[in-house]
């Protein structure tokens, strides 16, 4: 018995151990997902879709550190309008957990 409970310990830390790669998934779904259909939204995804459309080879370093700079402040504006909390499915997992034991 104690072998098992073990075992599933084990299995609920590692799941919660994992990484999840949750800035590739952000960055993705960014101009898929519109979280609002204001006016500012929609410029600033028009710029980002810009800045995607341009030509970057003959641009100096410089000039494609800027432009990722504008592209980075462009998504943490975007993320704060759009808001929400996410929360893992290891925490998820463990919140259950604890609430049944709790309750």
Do not use: H, W
């Not at 790669?21 to 779904?29: R, V």
């Not at 960014?30 to 995607?52: F, G, H, Y």
């Amino acid at each position: 018995m104690k072998k098992i409970i073990f075992g599933i310990f084990t299995a609920c830390m590692l799941s919660m151990a994992t990484p999840v790669n949750a800035k590739a998934l952000s960055t993705e779904s960014l101009t898929a997902v519109k979280p609002c259909d204001t006016a500012e939204v929609k410029s600033l995804l028009l710029r980002i879709d810009q800045i995607n459309e341009m030509d970057k080879s003959s641009l100096k370093s410089s000039e494609k550190r800027e432009l990722r700079k504008e592209v980075k402040t462009i998504k943490k504006r975007l993320s704060s309008i759009g808001g929400g909390v996410y929360i893992s499915a290891g925490a998820l997992i463990l919140i259950l957990i604890l609430l049944i034991i709790f309750l």
